[in-house]
């Protein structure tokens, strides 16, 4: 079973800031937070990931809380072409090995 | 981040036929594998391509009926055999890198499956 809850589904305005929470209360101190999405038709696409600190690249940014059970992506200012499937997902830092387990993720409509 | 190509893109097979699906990657990497993604649903993990020795397959996916090769550090190969329509999904290929981590995981476009 997945280690995360997400919604399974969110609208956003476009132009908005979108807002995609994730819960995941039993998180290790050695695991990190991931983010993907999905596009209709493609592959999972990487869009960022941390531990303790708030991140942000050139996609998105990262809030995790303080005692690390839920974490915020925000992606500021949505268009169309964000709607996709939005997967959370926690993974030790340091094993290689280690299976990712998908969710059903949040599906997130841009809308007009 | 690493190009991953996939061929072929989409295939129509017919019941107890197979077809092997390649996976190219532009640079070197450790850790290839083998995603299934059914109609409406989310991902689930086929086996890990390992480089040079048998690939390590997932509860409830066996190498009978998906061979997979990985004669170097940058291709791939998965064989859906014997097909029925219950392997009617889209089959994905994913590497993972850098070697020192903190590990991202990249994804192939896709190859889509109907099975008739």
């Known amino acids: 079973d997945a280690k995360t809850t997400q919604p399974p589904s969110m609208d956003c305005a476009e132009g908005r800031a979108a807002n995609l929470p994730c819960n995941h209360s039993?998180?290790?101190?050695?695991?990190?937070v991931y983010w993907y999405r999905q596009i209709h038709s493609q592959g999972p696409q990487y869009i960022i990931h941390g531990l303790k600190n708030n991140e942000t690249n050139e996609m998105a940014s990262l809030i995790i809380t303080e005692d690390r059970k839920s974490s915020t992506l925000i992606l500021p200012h949505a268009t169309l072409r964000d709607t996709a499937v939005y997967y959370c997902?926690?993974?030790?830092?340091?094993?290689?090995?280690?299976?990712?387990?998908w969710g059903a993720g949040t599906k997130l409509i841009i809308k007009p | 981040s690493a190009v991953i190509s996939q061929k072929p893109s989409r295939d129509i097979c017919q019941r107890g036929t197979s077809l092997t699906i390649q996976c190219q990657v532009d640079s070197q990497v450790t850790m290839m594998f083998w995603y299934r993604q059914q109609p409406g649903q989310s991902l689930t993990l086929i086996a890990t391509a390992n480089q040079g020795s048998e690939a390590t397959y997932e509860s409830g996916f066996v190498i009978d009926k998906f061979p997979i090769s990985r004669p170097n550090l940058t291709f791939s190969t998965l064989t859906v055999s014997n097909m029925s329509p219950e392997d009617s999904s889209i089959y994905l290929c994913?590497?993972?890198?850098?070697?020192?981590?903190?590990?991202?995981?990249?994804f192939g476009p896709g190859t889509r499956l109907t099975v008739t």
């Open positions: 039993t998180i290790s101190g050695n695991e990190y």
């Open positions: 997902i926690v993974r030790p830092a340091t094993d290689s090995n280690y299976q990712l387990i």
């Open positions: 994913s590497v993972e890198g850098p070697v020192s981590g903190p590990y991202e995981q990249y």
